[in-house]
C-alpha cells in the first residue's frame, strides 16, 4: 500500500507531541515496509515533499494536491482536512478546544476543521482511552480508535537525585505548569528544571519572580543533548497537565527510569498505578507534591523501587506497536474502497 502522510508539525522546528508523532511513527511504518510519502512543512528534516506556507490553513490546502497516487491519506492534526479525493485517516490526539480556550474566534474555525475532518474521515485515531471517551462523547463511536503512542527505550538509564524535579513540557495553558511553581514554594530545597516553550513562559517568568524562587529554572527549549543530561541528573519528573490527549512525557520519564508525578489526564490512568510505579495527583495540590517527593528523599529504598517499576512498564510501549495497529487500521479501510 502507498500512504501520503500529512503533517504540518515535523522536527526540528516543532517541539509538540504532534511533531514527534510524525517523525517516529512514520519510521516505524517505513520499518514495517510501508511505501510512504511524507508530505511537511519546508524545514521537515526528513526525505518528501516540503512546503513553505505562511500559516496551517495555507499548509493544508496546498498539501491536498501532492498526495499523487497514494492509495489513502493519513493527515495528523487536521492536516488532510481539504484533501476529497482520496479515503482518509486522521489522528486527533484532543479536541481542539482545549488549544484555543482563550481565542473564541481561533476556537471556532478549529472546532470547525476538526468538524470537517471527523465527517469525511474513513477511521479517526486518537490516543488514550480519556481522548476516545471525549470523541465519542461529541461525535458517537462509529468510527474512532485509540492507538496508544509508543516511546524510545533509553540505552542507560539512571536513577538521579529525587531533589532534582524535571517538567518537560510545553508551555501553553492546558500543560498547567503555574502548578509546578506553586510546589516549588512548599518545597525550597528541591530544585526545578522546566523545559519547553509557548504563550505561558513570559507569564511564568513574571510569576516565578514575583514569587521570588530560586529553586525554578525556565530553560525553554534545550537541545537534545541537553534533555537527556536533565533526565539523567534528576529524579522525579513532574506532569501537571489540565489536559492531555495522551502525555508522552509520562512514558518518556518512565523511560528514564524516573518517578512521575501526574495528574489524572491523557494515558496517566492507564499506566500509573498509584504509589506503586508512579504517582497520580487528583486535586493538583502543591503540598500533596511536596510531601511525596519529600517521602521520595526520605526512603531512597522506595524511590528506587517505584523508579524501576516505571522502567518496567515503559516497556510494553513501542512505536512499532503503534505502526502495527496503525496498518491494521489501514487495511480495514482498503479492504472496504
Not at 105 to 131: G, M, P, Q
Not at 225 to 246: A, N, T
Not at 294 to 310: N, P, S, T, W, Y
Request: proline share 3%; aromatic share 10%.
Amino acid at each position: 500500500m502507498k500512504v501520503a502522510f500529512l503533517t504540518y508539525q515535523y522536527p526540528p522546528k516543532s517541539f509538540w507531541g504532534g511533531s514527534f508523532y510524525a517523525f517516529r511513527l512514520t519510521h516505524a511504518l517505513e520499518d514495517l515496509g510501508v511505501d510512504l510519502l511524507r508530505i511537511g512543512p519546508s524545514h521537515m528534516r526528513d526525505d518528501g515533499v516540503k512546503l513553505a506556507a505562511t500559516n496551517f490553513l495555507h499548509f493544508a490546502w496546498r498539501a491536498r494536491k501532492y498526495t499523487g497516487n497514494a492509495d489513502l491519506v493519513h493527515g495528523n492534526i487536521l492536516a488532510d482536512v481539504f484533501v476529497t479525493r482520496k479515503p482518509c485517516i486522521t489522528t486527533m490526539h484532543h479536541p481542539q478546544k482545549y488549544d484555543y480556550q482563550n481565542n473564541s474566534l481561533r476556537k471556532k474555525v478549529y472546532e470547525n476543521l476538526e468538524k470537517r475532518c471527523f465527517r469525511k474521515a474513513r477511521k479517526v485515531i486518537t490516543d488514550s482511552s480519556i481522548s476516545l471517551k471525549e470523541f465519542r462523547e461529541i461525535y458517537g463511536d462509529g468510527k474512532i480508535h485509540s492507538v496508544p503512542l509508543g516511546v524510545d527505550q533509553v540505552k542507560k538509564t539512571e536513577f538521579g537525585d529525587p531533589r532534582k524535579v524535571l517538567c518537560a513540557t510545553g508551555l501553553s495553558a492546558r500543560k498547567g505548569v503555574e502548578f509546578v511553581l506553586h510546589a516549588a514554594k512548599e518545597l525550597g530545597d528541591a530544585e526545578f528544571y522546566i523545559t519547553g516553550n509557548g504563550r505561558e513562559k513570559r507569564r511564568l517568568e513574571s510569576l516565578a519572580a514575583a514569587m521570588r524562587l530560586r529553586n525554578i529554572h525556565l530553560l525553554g527549549i534545550v537541545k537534545q543533548e541537553k534533555l537527556e543530561l536533565l533526565y539523567s541528573e534528576c529524579g522525579v519528573c513532574i506532569i501537571p497537565s489540565i489536559y492531555e490527549g495522551f502525555g508522552l512525557p509520562i512514558l518518556e520519564g518512565m523511560a528514564h527510569k524516573k518517578v512521575v508525578i501526574a495528574t489524572s489526564t491523557g494515558i496517566a490512568p492507564e499506566v500509573i498505578e498509584n504509589g506503586s510505579n508512579g504517582f497520580i495527583i487528583e486535586d493538583r495540590n502543591p503540598r500533596l507534591v511536596s510531601s511525596l517527593i519529600l517521602k521520595l528523599i526520605d526512603d531512597e529504598k522506595l524511590f528506587r523501587r517505584i523508579a524501576q517499576r516505571a522502567l518496567s512498564t515503559s516497556k510494553k510501549f513501542s512505536w512499532k506497536k503503534t505502526a502495527r495497529e496503525t496498518i491494521r487500521i489501514y487495511k480495514t479501510v482498503l479492504e472496504h474502497e
